[in-house]
T-cell receptor
Framework: GAGVSQSPSNKVTEKGKDVELRCDPISGHTALYWYRQSLGQGLEFLIYFQGNSAPDKSGLPSDRFSAERTGGSVSTLTIQRTQQEDSAVYLC??????????FGSGTQLSVL | GENVEQHPSTLSVQEGDSAVIKCTYSDSASNYFPWYKQELGKGPQLIIDIRSNVGEKKDQRIAVTLNKTAKHFSLHITETQPEDSAVYFCAASRGAQKLVFGQGTRLTINP
């Protein structure tokens, strides 16, 4: 597709379960970001991949959160042992280096 | 690291009036300043951006100004319309560093 694709669009899970969120960036974009947006709040930076460089993981809130980017394209954000405070919209974005970010529509995660 | 502050958090204006949102940044080496608009249920979309080698940029009813000395930049929307109602985010970055966002401004246009 032409844009950033995220799946699933909605995810309901039980506290303590693991979840995986997927992001397909725009083809050719070297940079990929994950942000978290709690209800009515701003964009909280989580992790940033740029080409083959080591990712900037400085925004990950705990060691329950991890992300990988395979082959410089698709990325998966994994949250282990989910907690209720993890409930939020998780947004993925991609860009060319130093360029405009293109966001996906996000994954709404609800932890019951 | 970079820190971006955005004000106001909410803004309500009458249709046809102008709206101004302001941001300050901390890293004097930042050189890229985009603005994003987020409508309900959607991801943010870029509406305008400016680089540090210019002081102002316009695109129809939208303009952005940059003051590098004071480290602040502003979004100006003129002749506001109901479809301008949304949450607006400013951001800043340096080179290939990550983009850091402000906390957002919820703009409401009253008919």
């Amino acid at each position: 597709g032409a844009g950033v694709s995220q799946s699933p669009s909605n995810k309901v899970t039980e506290k303590g379960k693991d979840v995986e969120l997927r992001c397909d960036p725009i083809s050719g974009h070297t940079a990929l970001y994950w942000y978290r947006q709690s209800l009515g709040q701003g964009l909280e930076f989580l992790i940033y991949f740029q080409g083959n460089s080591a990712p900037d993981k400085s925004g990950l809130p705990s060691d329950r959160f991890s992300a990988e980017r395979t082959g410089g394209s698709v990325s998966t954000l994994t949250i282990q042992r989910t907690q209720q405070e993890d409930s939020a919209v998780y947004l993925c974005a991609s860009s060319v280096i130093s360029g405009k970010l293109f966001f996906g529509s996000g994954t709404q995660l609800s932890v019951l | 690291g970079e820190n971006v502050e955005q004000h106001p958090s909410t803004l309500s204006v009458q249709e046809g009036d102008s709206a101004v949102i302001k941001c300050t940044y901390s890293d004097s080496a930042s050189n890229y300043f985009p603005w994003y608009k987020q409508e309900l249920g959607k991801g943010p979309q870029l509406i305008i951006d400016i680089r540090s080698n210019v002081g102002e940029k316009k695109d129809q009813r939208i303009a952005v100004t940059l003051n590098k000395t004071a480290k602040h930049f502003s979004l100006h929307i003129t002749e506001t319309q109901p479809e301008d109602s949304a949450v607006y985010f400013c951001a800043a970055s340096r080179g290939a560093q990550k983009l850091v966002f402000g906390q957002g401004t919820r703009l409401t246009i009253n008919p």
